[in-house]
């Protein structure tokens, strides 16, 4: 059963001030096939960034609504959900580090599982609910040797807490549409890159310490393997699946773009130094090969057929265009990266919410 576009008058997305959520904001806004509210329930943790929006938030004022909070605070979300009447349920908010979750998995439990449980319970007690769509990672699959790809019937196997803590709330989230018949859609994304990407992901900390002649992380041998995609193709695909995916469906996305890790830091390394012109030392040279991540998964690749061939999706990016993108949005951003470098974002917030965490 698909539900049409008219359903949706007033979306809740959720960590909308983040990576691919203020991608997916921006996408849908400049779409115009939407014509409802947004609703950005956003945290504002150190990855939300409320200057991704600042001009969309201006632009279209009418229909943009952000609120500072927590998805794990209950009568908050219940309140959003009255206020707004809320109908569909975008939900991006998460802790999404593996390397964070690593040394303080806490806020992981707290925010991606009970976080989600909250938010499938206010989603229940709404009258007029069309869709939760809620927005997965292909970690939770586990780690691939050689051969072989992720498809939507793999088993799960998740091997850190950030995966593991992915795992369950996509285990919730299907519970929900099971037993409650909560119209549910998830979708498992491979890694992302593009604008907006907080530098502590790869692509944003390799291409800034290139251009700022510091050292290259690679961790271990530097032949983990990942699947790449740039963000608007990711955000495209999750409005399809919004607007026509099954409900109690699974889709994976993926970008057919396996790379080891230090093939993407080569190709990035090349095209900063293409960039900036000729200097001395080639970026290349900054490379290091440092201890490798605990329990550190080796390789992911999605079959991405099924939104193929029931959706008609497929990434409009391959990674040479989409790479020089990204490039040039972080050399042409110069204010967003130093005010991200130096956390003054964060002032900003002071400034506007008080208190910080
Ligand atoms: P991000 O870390 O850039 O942004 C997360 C956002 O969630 C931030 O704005 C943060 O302030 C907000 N947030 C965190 N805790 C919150 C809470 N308790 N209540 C409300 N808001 C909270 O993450 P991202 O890379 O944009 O990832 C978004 C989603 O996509 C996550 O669910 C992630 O698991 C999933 N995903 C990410 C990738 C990727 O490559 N980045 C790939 C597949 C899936
Ligand atoms: O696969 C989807 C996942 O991709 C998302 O679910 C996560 O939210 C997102 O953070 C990302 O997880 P990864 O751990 O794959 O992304 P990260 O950018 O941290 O690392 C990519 C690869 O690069 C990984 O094999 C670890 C390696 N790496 C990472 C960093 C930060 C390095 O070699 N050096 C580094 O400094």
């Given at each position: 059963?698909?539900?049409?576009?008219?359903?949706?008058?007033?979306?809740?997305?959720?960590?909308?001030?983040?990576?691919?959520?203020?991608?997916?904001?921006?996408?849908?806004?400049?779409?115009?096939?939407?014509?409802?509210?947004?609703?950005?329930?956003?945290?504002?943790?150190?990855?939300?960034?409320?200057?991704?929006?600042?001009?969309?938030?201006?632009?279209?004022?009418?229909?943009?609504?952000?609120?500072?909070?927590?998805?794990?605070?209950?009568?908050?979300?219940?309140?959003?959900?009255?206020?707004?009447?809320?109908?569909s349920?975008?939900?991006?908010?998460?802790?999404?580090?593996?390397?964070?979750?690593?040394?303080?998995?806490?806020?992981?439990?707290?925010?991606?599982?009970?976080?989600?449980?909250?938010?499938?319970?206010?989603?229940?007690?709404?009258?007029?609910?069309?869709?939760?769509?809620?927005?997965?990672?292909?970690?939770v699959?586990?780690?691939?040797?050689?051969?072989?790809v992720?498809?939507?019937?793999?088993?799960y196997?998740?091997?850190?807490?950030?995966?593991?803590?992915?795992?369950?709330?996509?285990?919730?989230v299907r519970?929900?549409?099971?037993?409650?018949?909560?119209?549910?859609?998830?979708?498992?994304?491979s890694?992302?890159?593009?604008?907006?990407?907080?530098?502590?992901?790869?692509?944003?900390?390799?291409?800034?310490n290139a251009?700022?002649?510091?050292?290259?992380?690679v961790?271990?041998?530097?032949?983990?393997?990942?699947?790449w995609?740039?963000?608007?193709?990711?955000?495209?695909?999750?409005?399809?699946?919004?607007?026509?995916?099954?409900?109690?469906?699974?889709?994976?996305?993926?970008?057919?773009?396996?790379?080891?890790?230090?093939?993407?830091?080569?190709?990035?390394?090349?095209l900063?130094?293409?960039?900036?012109?000729?200097?001395?030392?080639?970026?290349?040279?900054?490379?290091?090969?440092?201890?490798?991540?605990?329990?550190?998964?080796?390789?992911?690749?999605?079959?991405?057929?099924?939104?193929?061939?029931?959706?008609?999706?497929?990434?409009?990016?391959?990674?040479?265009?989409?790479?020089?993108?990204?490039?040039?949005?972080?050399?042409?951003?110069?204010?967003?990266?130093?005010?991200?470098?130096?956390?003054?974002?964060?002032?900003?917030?002071?400034?506007?919410?008080?208190?910080?965490?």
């Amino acid at each position: 059963m698909t539900h049409g576009l008219q359903h949706y008058h007033n979306v809740l997305i959720t960590g909308g001030c983040g990576f691919i959520g203020s991608n997916f904001i921006r996408y849908l806004f400049e779409q115009h096939d939407f014509s409802g509210k947004l609703i950005n329930l956003d945290l504002l943790t150190y990855a939300g960034n409320p200057e991704n929006l600042l001009d969309i938030q201006q632009k279209y004022a009418e229909r943009y609504i952000f609120q500072r909070g927590d998805i794990s605070d209950k009568s908050l979300v219940a309140q959003l959900f009255e206020k707004y009447d809320i109908d569909s349920v975008c939900h991006f908010a998460a802790e999404s580090h593996v390397d964070r979750s690593i040394k303080q998995p806490d806020s992981f439990i707290q925010t991606n599982i009970v976080g989600t449980f909250h938010l499938l319970e206010a989603s229940l007690r709404q009258k007029n609910f069309y869709r939760f769509h809620h927005i997965s990672t292909d970690e939770v699959f586990g780690s691939l040797g050689p051969e072989g790809v992720f498809t939507e019937e793999t088993p799960y196997r998740p091997r850190n807490p950030y995966s593991a803590s992915k795992a369950s709330s996509d285990h919730l989230v299907r519970a929900y549409g099971n037993t409650y018949q909560l119209p549910v859609t998830i979708s498992n994304c491979s890694n992302n890159y593009g604008p907006f990407q907080f530098p502590e992901k790869l692509i944003p900390l390799i291409i800034l310490n290139a251009l700022e002649k510091k050292p290259l992380p690679v961790y271990g041998d530097g032949k983990h393997v990942r699947d790449w995609l740039f963000v608007t193709d990711h955000c495209e695909a999750i409005w399809l699946i919004m607007k026509q995916g099954r409900i109690g469906e699974t889709y994976n996305i993926g970008g057919m773009t396996e790379r080891e890790n230090i093939d993407i830091v080569h190709t990035i390394c090349d095209l900063v130094d293409d960039r900036i012109g000729q200097h001395s030392t080639p970026s290349r040279k900054l490379i290091r090969f440092v201890q490798d991540r605990p329990g550190h998964d080796r390789r992911y690749a999605m079959d991405f057929r099924k939104i193929k061939n029931e959706l008609g999706w497929k990434p409009r990016e391959n990674l040479d265009t989409g790479l020089k993108k990204t490039v040039d949005w972080y050399l042409m951003n110069q204010k967003w990266v130093e005010q991200v470098r130096t956390g003054e974002y964060r002032k900003w917030i002071k400034d506007q919410y008080g208190e910080i965490s």
